[in-house]
């Protein structure tokens, strides 16, 4: 039996400050408003900062915590095994193009940390993708050729630091990972040093793509830019129906102390076992901590509690864990055709961008997507623009992925309200600690008991689209299972697309005042 799975909290946030940067009061006006304070939104800010623009970037809770503040933080090229499949989808020019866009962001990410005397923990290692034993080395042989094609120093091995047997591997040289709340506060701290501005607490709902643009807060405030950068990991504005096209999964984390002796010196995924992915980082003197990612889910889906169980069994199999210091979740956007969308939001844009889909390797991509975006807003366009460009079509190599996402969207959106995934015949049924969807005066509400025993309902429809959430018993959230939004018990926003928080609803089925 593994040990208890720790505090629910990564350690990112844990081990550093809260920020309290103000919430937009009045009306601003900017060369570039970025909506998002994410690492992509942050970034991208700091560029165009520093490239003599007036920028202010809106993000909706605080800076550097959301879906950035519960990431693995691998800032790598080595993206599994996607080589291989750029090169026989779209060309080996494509390969070379990606390899070189996420090797700058892992240089320029270096040099910034040194320009900035930024300490973060920035370690270079190997990276390494591998399957399990007897398996078919096949697949890994295929990356490797692409990959060292591509221009990476890959190479195939057998062995590596892992305390457990693999099959083949590729391996990928002077890769990196950080401590990524610590590297963007000193970015947020430089950005307003030069003039940048950051508003926390402020909700962006609205968006008139005129000339100039305009963008409306939750308060009823007017932002006027230029230029409009969208960096909220999910579009909150979908004008390019990109939903279509984006596919939201989360993945369980578990943190442990262990013995710098057991540490096996690199970075390691495998999409084996429903994913695996292994790192460590500096915690405190002659320690490391073990960070180990896995047990991918879709948001809305049940039995997570059952899956963090057989994460932290997983890990307390393979190394020496006495004790789990923090569980939490990481949550990705997975694109139809494996390449993140960076670049103008829909065909008609002239001046809304874009920065999405980041397939589970958004450090690298989010820093790439910056240096991408800066280069179009000033008209230095780097080589790999059209690769990345959401505009971009190839229905060939999308097709598949895009019907198996947009059915399973439509057969949550028409199944669960034949019989939610989370349900409950009536609110008494729902122990303290656990949530359900329960039908309230005839509406389907989501109600959820705490330890005190009170129950608290809002409305079970989803705000983005209609579909109806469900809860997620280890995080206590309403997540929904078509595009990835996640509330709050009380309802309240906390992830998009949703921009809206779910309706209150009392325990009789009136609609309550409560905002």
């Known amino acids: 039996m593994a040990p208890d799975s720790g505090v629910a909290e990564s350690y990112w946030m844990d081990s550093t400050g809260s920020t309290s940067f103000p919430a937009l009061a009045g009306d601003v006006e900017v060369d570039v408003a970025v909506v998002g304070g994410g690492i992509a939104g942050l970034c991208t800010a700091w560029e165009l900062v520093r490239a003599g623009l007036q920028v202010a970037i809106f993000e ?49 990410v270096a040099e910034i940390v040194a320009e900035l005397d930024i300490e973060c923990d920035l370690e270079r290692l190997p ?145 084996a076992e429903n994913t695996r992915s292994v790192r460590t980082a500096p915690y405190g003197e002659g320690r490391r901590l073990l960070i180990v990612t896995g047990e991918t889910f879709k948001p809305g889906t049940p039995g997570v509690a059952d899956r963090l169980a057989t994460l932290t069994d997983w890990t307390s199999e393979r190394f020496r864990v006495e004790a789990f210091a923090y569980h939490w979740a990481a949550q990705d956007n997975m694109t139809t055709d494996h390449v993140p969308h960076v670049g103008r939001l829909h065909p008609g844009a002239e001046h809304v961008y874009v920065a999405t889909g980041f397939n589970a390797w958004g450090m690298s991509s989010a820093v790439m997507a ?57 609110p008494e049924d729902i122990a303290p600690g656990n949530g359900a969807i329960v039908r309230i005066s005839g509406e389907r509400c989501a109600a959820y008991r705490d330890d005190a025993g009170d129950l608290h309902t809002v409305s079970a429809t989803c705000t983005h689209l209609g579909c109806l959430v469900a809860f997620n018993e280890v995080e206590k959230t309403w997540d929904c299972p078509c595009h990835g939004s996640r509330f709050g018990t009380d309802g309240t926003v906390i992830q998009g697309p949703a921009t809206k928080p779910l309706r209150p609803r009392e325990p009789d089925g009136q609609e309550s005042g409560r905002t």
């Open 127 to 271: 990276a390494f993708t591998y399957l399990p034993p007897e398996s078919d080395p096949g697949q890994i042989e295929a990356e490797v050729e692409a990959a060292t094609a591509a221009g990476l120093p890959a190479s195939l091995v057998t062995e590596t630091g892992l305390p457990y047997r693999i099959g083949a591997a590729i391996r990928v040289e002077q890769q990196a990972q950080f401590h990524p709340r610590r590297y963007l506060l000193a970015l947020a701290s430089d950005l307003t040093a030069r003039g940048g501005q950051i508003f926390e607490r402020t909700r962006i709902v609205g968006l008139d793509e005129g000339e100039p643009c305009r963008l409306t807060s939750e308060s009823g405030a007017t932002v006027t830019a230029r230029e409009v950068v969208v960096a909220t990991h999910y579009p909150i504005f979908d004008r390019a129906a990109l939903f279509t096209r984006l596919e939201p999964r989360r993945e369980l984390v578990v943190a442990a102390v262990i013995d710098p002796d057991d540490d096996p010196a690199g970075m390691y995924v495998t999409p």
């Open 60 to 108: 909706a809770d605080r800076v550097a915590s959301g879906v950035t503040g519960y990431t693995t933080a691998k800032l790598t090229a080595q993206h599994g095994l996607v080589y291989a499949h750029l090169r026989s989808s779209f060309g080996a020019d494509a390969a070379r193009q990606y390899a070189a866009s996420q090797q700058d962001a892992i240089a320029h």
């Open 370 to 426: 910056s240096r991408l975006l800066t280069g179009l807003i000033g008209g230095d366009v780097p080589p790999w623009a059209a690769l990345y460009d959401p505009r971009r079509v190839h229905p060939t190599v999308e097709a598949g992925n895009f019907l198996k996402a947009n059915i399973a969207v439509a057969r949550r959106f028409v199944g669960d309200r034949i019989r939610p995934t989370t349900h409950a015949d009536s």
